[in-house]
């Protein structure tokens, strides 16, 4: 027998999918959810959840459950930390910068190469694809080397180059790259199921004395970006003719 939190959501998928309920409409509260359905207010959120995790819906706090608006994709370009111009222009995102005095502890020391206590300058970017969380970097930097010109900008200056490398640019960056869950403070920051995968990327940039220079964990959900790496092979002028 189907359980009554599917039945839930099958109806309300297909209100969705039939365009009764449309992107960005508000669903009616959990409360008067309940009591249409005849269920308890955990069933109800149990069958919310379901489409949440499908991302139909999306909760946002303190005002509601809402038809998740198509988040369309962006790629990432690796190697240099940035987004595609094409694909970035064509999202039209906005940014929201947040800059935060801290020192290294735990992951951060080992990340950035520095001992514990090291003054670090935290840079906090999230992006929008109109009001709908789209990515989330943290930037960690050391202290002395925080762009002076950082606190004199406004956040929408930074959305050209909210993921990219230094300027000049590092002599290397090496990048790990992982798909797993979100934590649940990412859930929350970026409005996703915490059953929906995010790719995650730690990004650790590097002068040419081997002086890290920024480290940046980046997390995408995982409908939302492709990433692309390309490798250049160095070719012997020699070889070449050969």
Do not use: C
Not at 61 to 69: A, S
Not at 87 to 92: E, N
Not at 128 to 148: F, I, Q
């Amino acid at each position: 027998m189907t359980s009554r939190r599917l039945i839930i959501a099958d109806d309300l998928r297909r209100q969705i999918t039939t365009g009764r309920l449309g992107p960005g409409d508000r669903l009616p509260s959990e409360s008067a959810l309940a009591d249409r359905y005849k269920v308890s207010t955990a069933t109800l959120r149990s069958a919310l959840a379901v489409l949440q995790g499908e991302g139909l819906v999306e909760k946002i706090h303190g005002k509601g459950n809402f038809v998740r608006r198509p988040l369309r994709k962006i790629t990432y370009v690796g190697g240099w930390g940035t987004l595609d111009p094409r694909t970035a222009a064509d999202v039209d995102l906005r940014v929201t910068v947040r800059t935060t005095a801290l020192t290294a502890r735990g992951h951060l020391t080992a990340l950035l190469k520095v001992d514990d206590g090291s003054p670090l300058t935290e840079i906090l970017r999230l992006s929008y694809e109109g009001e709908s969380p789209h990515s989330l970097a943290r930037v960690y930097v050391p202290r002395a080397l925080t762009p002076k010109a950082l606190g004199n900008r406004s956040s929408g200056a930074w959305a050209e180059a909210s993921f990219a490398v230094p300027d000049p640019p590092p002599a290397e960056v090496h990048e790990t790259v992982s798909a797993r869950l979100p934590t649940s403070d990412e859930a929350s920051t970026l409005r996703i199921s915490a059953a929906l995968a995010v790719l995650a990327i730690t990004r650790v940039a590097a002068d040419n004395t081997g002086r890290v220079i920024e480290a940046a964990l980046l997390v995408f959900p995982g409908d939302r970006v492709d990433a692309v790496f390309s490798t250049h092979h160095v070719i012997e002028e020699g070889q070449a003719h050969r």
